[in-house]
């Protein structure tokens, strides 16, 4: 692999048929310091060694995905989200990151109240962003395409994530600027502009959208190059908004799974180079 991958990070998810330490080595093979990690693989591995590995592999822990699903009305099940959240930032901060991405939750079961779950969301950021910062970790809002809303991620937007984050400080919220999710949105350049402006894009992640969409849709996201996504106008989207920081790729996608991990992680960084860097 040649080309500049000083701001790329593997999010585990595009190679996760890897066990973290084949992850480990297959990112000091291609010279990739730097990986975003996820809960239940880490859980799995266990915490105090998923630390030491990635450590002693040097790499970086760019974000750890994901809490959120906030939206809860039963007392009983918001109570334990809270919890569930409080682990997730102690996790974070564990594993040397200071970004926990987000994932809001969708609608509960048998609501149809799109504000009411907005509101929920804030109401329990405002508990968790003060834990946050006291652990040196901030939240970040991700929002979903809209045909998430109803299932996983009741925030759709940009704007709808920015209306949240910004009623706490950019060092407890901020949001997550996903291509993906956002691509569609002809306000969502001038949304990354707002978030710039206060400190609120706490990471951003690539991944691109290709038709038709699988059946479940959840594992649709594209390789960068194949689909209807351009990669560097985001990028120069959110560069003109100050971040400088690193770049996830990140892929739910049955068919890059199926295949070799160390021959999708080596794709997926020339793609990165390829599409985003040159």
């Not at 809860?72 to 594993?95: F, G, H, Q």
């Not at 937007?157 to 950019?170: G, I, K, S, V």
Request: hydrophobic share 40%.
């Amino acid at each position: 692999m040649t080309g500049d991958l000083s701001r790329f990070s593997i999010n585990q998810m595009t190679v996760r048929q890897l066990s973290l330490p084949e992850l480990a080595d297959a990112c000091r093979e291609l010279g990739v310091d730097k990986v975003g990690l996820w809960r239940e693989p880490v859980q799995a591995y266990g915490l105090e060694a998923t630390a030491k590995l990635v450590r002693d592999a040097g790499l970086t822990v760019t974000t750890l995905c994901r809490g959120g699903f906030l939206t809860a009305i039963d007392p009983a099940e918001r109570t334990r989200a809270l919890d569930d959240n409080r682990r997730a930032v102690d996790e974070a901060a564990t594993l040397g990151t200071d970004v926990l991405v987000l994932v809001s939750g969708g609608l509960p079961d048998g609501s149809k109240d799109l504000r009411g779950a907005r509101e929920r969301i804030a109401d329990a950021l405002a508990e968790l962003g003060p834990y946050a910062e006291a652990h040196g970790v901030k939240l970040a809002i991700e929002p979903l395409h809209p045909m998430f809303a109803s299932d996983r991620c009741v925030v759709s937007t940009l704007a709808q994530a920015l209306d949240l984050a910004e009623r706490f400080p950019a060092r407890q919220v901020g949001v997550t600027v996903d291509t993906y999710h956002i691509w569609w949105d002809d306000q969502a350049p001038a949304q990354i502009a707002r978030a710039g402006a206060s400190g609120r894009i706490h990471t951003f992640q690539l991944a691109d959208w290709t038709t038709p969409l699988p059946e479940g849709v959840l594992n649709g996201r594209g390789q960068i190059g194949d689909g209807a996504i351009d990669m560097r106008e985001w990028k120069g989207y959110v560069e003109a908004a100050g971040y400088t920081g690193p770049i996830e790729v990140e892929l739910f996608n049955d068919g890059l799974w199926a295949r070799d991990g160390r021959e999708v992680l080596d794709e997926t960084a020339e793609r990165f180079v390829e599409h985003a860097i040159r």
